[in-house]
Nanobody, 122 residues
Framework: QVKLVESGGGLVQPGGSLRLSCTAS????????IGWFRQAPGKGREGVSC????????YYTDSVKGRFTISRDNAKNTVYLQMNSLKPEDTAVYYC???????????????WGQGTQVTVSS
């Protein structure tokens, strides 16, 4: 079973950038659709972005379009989420997860990482 570990979170000022990493063990990530989700305090989990197993398609929720970029490095078995022009409303715990279907619906995702905290504040 694939195990996912997120990293790269932290505290950043508004307008700053972070790159989140999702590294897998136990299987190769290019077998899966990889999704990034986030959950802010007191709010439900939100699908942020996903990338198809063959990189043919990507999805971004409207609030991050033009600011976030999802990509994968198969040699490192890692998927990245580059986050630019960060806003306070991006503050959340960010999770990566695997699915077999290209969708942002969280119910389709089976293996989840433990999450990494992103805080955008001055």
């Amino acid at each position: 079973q694939v195990k996912l570990v997120e990293s790269g979170g932290g505290l950043v000022q508004p307008g700053g950038s972070l790159r989140l990493s999702c590294t897998a063990s136990g299987d190769t990530l290019d077998n899966y659709v990889i999704g990034w989700f986030r959950q802010a305090p007191g709010k439900g989990r939100e699908g942020v972005s996903c990338i198809d197993s063959d990189d043919a398609a990507t999805y971004y929720t409207d609030s991050v379009k033009g600011r976030f970029t999802i990509s994968r490095d198969n040699a490192k078995n890692t998927v990245y989420l580059q986050m630019n022009s960060l806003k306070p409303e991006d503050t959340a715990v960010y999770y990566c997860a695997t699915a077999r279907l290209f969708t942002i619906l969280s119910m389709a995702y089976r293996s989840w990482g433990q999450g990494t905290q992103v805080t955008v504040s001055s």
